[in-house]
């Protein structure tokens, strides 16, 4: 008889529903256990979305709720010993996404309401904080108990506005007036726990809470949201040889695949390896290893935001920074890293312990293709599903060897492009190879340095090792000279691949590629 279909969490964020409906959980209780029982009793975690935060925030209510039976056969039912039941207050401000000042107040009027009724309190309008400070001392006087309150994706309601000065402003005002009682009801309060995906400045949303701990980069939180690769081969060992065997490839096979997909995360330095939660689930449930992450909607406000600091694509990969860059206030931010690192689109790959630097870059493939796709329209304008087409033929030409016939389908199709901006412009062209060339899933480089200069584009496949040199409105002639003058390939002699040189010139009328030529290095 064959086993029962493994149920898999998809989209489920209660830990009673996961429990009760017998889904899989991976055991997270032993790092709530240690957080409830550390020094502090305010608590801020920051995670990218679709990582676990909601999840880990249910489990806290059950947990304080006294719910003892959820808990059966998990880290937490030998740790805890007494199970006492805290009035809890949990506020999921994710349905707060997309919103003006009104649905705003509108909303937290509802959840308010919510909870009067539950402590026998009269729902009247008013100001969002005074009827949070009634409710957390009603709570208190009516249980005996200090409260728990929970905060679910705290700045849900200002992301989307982000690059919005004066909605920011607005918004993030309403948010601030809710959340201030937090310190005037310490005496009431047993333990504080807010989650979200953004760092944004203590003075404009906890102006009053000052002792908040943020546990984002602490070491010993590193792996309390995400999946573990030793929390995979422990307690998923069956799902990876179900897919190994849906798939007729071994199981290193599988691990390997879901390592290039969805691992390559760290949230500080050392750190276990973490593969994106949703994504894994999901190529466990569909037996494929599909785009799962970016498949659920890639923020707006990460492509506007990435116009606003006027940043190429070529420029979201490695880069060096102290941790005051990138674990920093959003709002505040004079670059984009923070975002980008906080949304989880880059993430902490290294440390220089002497230099006090970290290396971020990109955590996978399913992120780089991802973010390459977003970025596409940008120049290829409406014809992304037709571009999108092109580039599997491309993979299609390179892999074969035939460059020459990727550069004849490239020029064939960006001429069928009736406008594009910055066209008259090299740089358009160079990071439009980059991205494309990224969307292969090709090694590939721009602005590479050798001893006389710098090559325009490197890209590396199995086989062969292309270096090209772009021109506009000049000639290939003239760009083969460059490479052949600079003599760029001797810097890339001992890469052990064919090298080929790629001569292109771009007529900026026509918005295509003019002409090109080859050369080929089989031997130094």
């Known amino acids: 008889m064959e086993a029962l279909q493994r149920l898999y969490p998809i989209g ?33 975690l920051s995670r990218p979305r679709r990582f676990g935060k909601s999840l880990l925030t249910s489990t806290l209510h059950s947990y304080f709720s006294g719910c003892k039976d959820l808990f059966q056969g998990l880290a937490m039912e030998r740790l805890e010993k007494e199970w006492i039941e805290y009035p809890v207050l949990h506020f999921d401000m994710s349905m707060a996404k997309h919103v003006d000042k009104e649905r705003l107040e509108r909303l937290l009027d509802f959840m308010l309401s919510d909870y009067e009724r539950t402590f026998g309190l009269d729902t009247t309008a008013g100001d969002a904080n005074l009827r949070l ?25 200002l992301l989307d506005v982000v690059h919005e000065k004066e909605n920011l402003g607005i918004l993030r005002n309403i948010m601030r007036n809710f959340y201030s009682p937090l310190k005037a009801c310490d005496p009431y309060l047993k333990y504080v726990f807010l989650t979200g995906i953004t760092k944004f400045s203590q003075l404009s949303i906890f102006s009053e809470l000052n002792n908040i701990k943020n546990i984002s980069m602490d070491e010993p939180y590193a ?18 040889e179900r897919l190994a065997a849906k798939l007729n490839i071994p199981s290193e096979g599988v691990l390997l695949k879901l390592k ?40 707006t406000y990460l492509i506007k935001m990435l116009d606003k600091f006027g940043v190429n694509p070529s420029e979201i990969g490695p880069k060096q920074a102290k941790a005051s860059i990138f674990d920093a206030p959003t709002e ?19 440390y220089n312990k002497i230099l006090d630097l970290y290396t971020l870059d ?29 580039v599997a033929y491309l993979f299609y030409d390179i892999q074969n060897g035939d460059m020459d016939s990727a550069l004849r389908r490239l020029q064939t199709f960006l001429s069928t492009i009736p406008y594009c901006d910055n066209t008259k412009y090299e740089g358009h062209y160079q990071q439009l190879f980059y991205v494309i060339f990224s969307l292969l899933n090709y090694y590939v480089d721009i602005e590479v340095r050798t001893p006389r200069g710098r090559v325009d584009v490197v ?8 270096v090209m040199e772009l021109k506009l409105d000049k000639t290939a ?7 052949n003058l600079k003599n760029y390939p001797e810097r890339f002699a001992l890469c052990g691949l064919p090298v080929v040189k790629v001569a292109i010139n771009f007529d900026s009328e026509r918005c295509t590629i003019g002409e090109w030529k080859l050369q080929t290095i089989d031997k130094w």
């Open 332 to 350: 505040t931010m004079t670059n984009i890293t923070p975002l980008l690192y906080q949304s989880g689109y880059i993430t902490i790959k290294d």
């Open 362 to 390: 990109i955590p996978n493939k399913e992120v780089r293709l991802g973010l390459m796709e977003s970025l596409l329209p940008n120049y290829v304008g409406n014809e992304t599903p037709e571009a999108t087409t092109m």
């Open 260 to 299: 290039e997909n969805y691992d390559g995360y760290h949230f500080t330095y050392p750190s276990p390896d973490i593969y994106n939660p949703f994504s894994l689930l999901n190529a466990f449930a569909d037996g494929k290893f599909g785009s799962y992450w970016f498949g659920c909607g890639t923020p």
């Open 223 to 240: 792996a309390i949201c995400g999946i573990t690769e030793d929390e995979m081969l422990t307690q998923m060992k069956e799902d990876m």
């Open 459 to 466: 890209l590396r496949t199995k086989t062969t090792l292309y």
């Open 133 to 157: 400070t009634r409710l957390i001392k009603r709570a208190y006087e009516k249980t005996g108990k200090k409260v728990v309150v929970l905060i679910d994706e705290y700045d849900a309601p």
């Open 477 to 483: 002639d003239e760009a083969m000279e460059q490479i």
């Open 12 to 44: 489920i964020q209660t830990f009673s529903k996961i429990r009760e409906g017998n889904y899989l959980y991976i055991d997270k209780t032993e790092y709530i256990y240690q957080m409830t029982h550390s020094a502090s009793s305010y608590v801020f």
